[in-house]
């Protein structure tokens, strides 16, 4: 019961951070990726598909998209699945094979992926902290319900905000990251 208030709150705070690393993977930087078009859903065989489930796509150089489609019939079909979405991609292809450029980003557009990445990182320390906050809540209450004693309250309280602390870094070094991969020309 004691330590199963912190490590509840420590699965928690581990879904939070993962979440918001999901988030900020799905932020353009100037350099292509596959996974930037896992956002992309395709009207294909009557239902919503991924690209990766219709074809092969990988990433030549790191201003290009290159997808291989297992039937060359969806070609068209893919390529409007990509131009409505929200990437402002323009792709193009030559019959064979789907080419999706990556323009490079202009310095405004870099600053404004950055406020972008800084208020997802801000909402995700908001999180770990209440998490934080409902677990110190529920210390307290377990000291009051006398289920626990004053000393260890305090040591619960302690070992509480180290893995918040624990859990703030690691959304500080993933939003550095991702700042130095925007900002890179």
Same mark, same amino acid.
Request: proline letters at 4%.
């Given at each position: 019961?004691?330590?199963?208030?912190?490590?509840?709150?420590?699965?928690?705070?581990?879904?939070?951070?993962?979440?918001?690393?999901?988030?900020?993977?799905?932020?353009?930087?100037?350099?292509?990726?596959?996974?930037?078009?896992?956002?992309?859903?395709?009207?294909?065989?009557?239902?919503?598909?991924?690209?990766?489930?219709?074809?092969?796509?990988?990433?030549?150089?790191?201003?290009?998209?290159?997808?291989?489609?297992?039937?060359?019939?969806?070609?068209?079909?893919?390529?409007?699945? !990509?131009?409505?979405?929200?990437?402002? /991609?323009?792709?193009?292809?030559?019959?064979?094979?789907?080419?999706?450029?990556?323009?490079? /980003?202009?310095?405004?557009?870099?600053?404004? /992926?950055?406020?972008?990445?800084?208020?997802?990182?801000?909402?995700?320390?908001?999180?770990?902290?209440?998490?934080?906050?409902?677990?110190?809540?529920?210390?307290?209450?377990?000291?009051?319900?006398?289920?626990?004693?004053?000393?260890?309250?305090?040591?619960?309280?302690?070992?509480?905000?180290?893995?918040?602390?624990?859990? !703030?870094?690691? !959304?500080?070094?993933? /939003?550095?990251?991702?700042?130095?991969? !925007?900002?890179?020309?």
């Amino acid at each position: 019961m004691l330590h199963a208030i912190v490590k509840d709150a420590t699965a928690k705070m581990d879904k939070s951070v993962e979440a918001f690393q999901q988030e900020l993977g799905s932020i353009r930087t100037g350099r292509a990726t596959a996974g930037l078009l896992d956002v992309v859903d395709v009207d294909a065989y009557g239902s919503r598909m991924k690209i990766n489930q219709l074809g092969t796509v990988t990433v030549p150089d790191p201003h290009l998209i290159a997808i291989d489609l297992w039937d060359k019939s969806q070609m068209h079909t893919v390529e409007k699945a !990509i131009l409505a979405s929200p990437l402002g /991609l323009n792709p193009s292809n030559d019959g064979k094979i789907i080419r999706v450029p990556f323009p490079p /980003l202009s310095e405004e557009r870099r600053k404004d /992926l950055v406020k972008v990445a800084r208020k997802l990182a801000e909402e995700a320390r908001v999180s770990v902290r209440n998490i934080r906050r409902h677990a110190v809540e529920e210390i307290k209450t377990s000291q009051k319900d006398g289920k626990i004693p004053e000393d260890d309250a305090h040591h619960l309280t302690d070992e509480t905000q180290k893995v918040t602390d624990k859990h !703030i870094a690691r !959304i500080d070094e993933a /939003l550095a990251a991702k700042e130095a991969d !925007i900002m890179e020309v």
